[in-house]
């Protein structure tokens, strides 16, 4: 595509500040809040990751688009952003895989997207004032006009997005990572025994699925508004709780049910949105971050070990709400030391606000989805021998 043929596209922020540049994808107007993901790969998850609903992406690597779209590295059944924005994108892209452009990708999903402006401009702004709503547009040009739209919608605090991602009904998955992908084969051949995993879906990644069904699970996911006596009723050897978008605080049902759930002291573990939710479900307390952790980079631990993660997320456990009795925080971020993983004191149940299947990202954290497998033997080996 040459510019001649490009259409023109306008992105105002909420502080009336207004980037113009070109559209790819879809043609039309979008609303959402703005935020920048550090990655240099993954784009094709980013954009299909449910956690990034209501928001538009800004894309820090510059050139994007480069490998096309192929049906396999779908975190979920379509583009979940509101938007994308990008330095430079690529027309044809040139990959074994491929079978899609980017552009034409998204256009088919009606999502779009704007390029050819100043992203790291645009990404120091959001850093130092912070996440902010903003709008996309090709049919509507003139900044006044776009920005009365962009100051009306919500703000990201205080919104429950889970209900527009979760799953309409029930289904059992049991895909595990391909052979080609697997990077920790040994670890899991050694895992023979079947355990049944509830899973509430908040927003869930398929590769989170697929390294759960690797480690030997049967995974039941089921949607957010499962009441608490109908997941026990699956009799599950453990409870996961999903990754998701929005406001943890917002999200009462997730986290009364959790709070249920507690109580059947059955092995538990979350990830992003659902540590959150674990985290208010045992008295704690969240707060919005500034401009939030999106990347494959970020550092988190605590003592020695130190692990490189993949993490999206707005908001955070607020550290002196955690009930000191109950919980210990296990990993810290550290780049800003915020919370990045609670262990419960004396059950089986710990989170991560981190990704630990690494889509995209490194592999540092999948011995969690291990450790998870290890504690419900544990329960149920302890069982079998209070029985005989």
Request: net charge negative; glycine share 8%.
């Amino acid at each position: 595509m040459t510019l001649t043929d490009a259409i023109p596209a306008l992105l105002v922020l909420a502080d009336g500040t207004a980037y113009r540049g070109w559209s790819f994808g879809a043609t039309g107007t979008t609303i959402g809040e703005v935020v920048f993901n550090t990655g240099m790969t993954g784009y094709q998850e980013v954009l299909t990751d449910p956690s990034y609903c209501g928001q538009i992406v800004i894309f820090t690597y510059p050139e994007l688009g480069n490998t096309g779209i192929n049906p396999e590295d779908e975190e979920s059944e379509r583009p979940q952003v509101q938007g994308a924005i990008a330095r430079n994108i690529c027309h044809q892209p040139s990959n074994w895989r491929s079978t899609q452009s980017l552009p034409g990708y998204l256009k088919q999903h009606q999502i779009p997207g704007i390029y050819g402006i100043d992203t790291r401009a645009l990404t120091r702004k959001i850093r130092m004032f912070g996440a902010m709503n903003g709008g996309i547009s090709t049919t509507i040009l003139d900044e006044a006009e776009l920005l009365e739209q962009v100051q009306a919608a919500p703000n990201m605090a205080g919104l429950n997005l889970v209900r527009e991602v979760t799953t309409s009904k029930v289904y059992e998955w049991s895909n595990p990572t391909i052979p080609t992908w697997e990077f920790n084969s040994q670890s899991v051949a050694d895992h023979e025994e079947s355990f049944t995993v509830v899973a509430l879906d908040f927003g869930v990644k398929r590769n989170i699925l697929r390294r759960l069904a690797s480690y030997g699970c049967r995974v039941i996911v089921v949607p957010a508004d499962t009441p608490p006596e109908e997941i026990l009723n699956y009799n599950p050897d453990g409870i996961f709780l999903s990754n998701g978008p929005g406001d943890p605080a917002a999200v009462i049902e997730g986290i009364e049910t959790t709070k249920t759930l507690l109580q059947s002291q059955k092995p538990m573990f979350g990830i992003c949105m659902g540590h959150q939710i674990l985290g208010h479900a045992l008295g704690a307390e969240t707060f919005k971050l500034k401009f939030g952790h999106r990347g494959l980079n970020q550092p988190a631990g605590l003592q020695q070990r130190i692990e490189i993660t993949s993490q999206n997320h707005s908001f955070a456990l607020d550290p002196d709400s955690l009930p000191a009795s109950v919980v210990e925080i296990s990993h810290l971020n550290l780049n800003d030391r915020t919370v990045a993983g609670v262990r419960h004191k004396s059950l089986p149940i710990f989170s991560v606000q981190y990704h630990p299947e690494a889509s995209p990202g490194p592999h540092d954290a999948d011995y969690l989805f291990e450790e998870f497998v290890q504690a419900m033997r544990a329960v149920r080996q302890a069982a079998t021998a209070k029985v005989s």
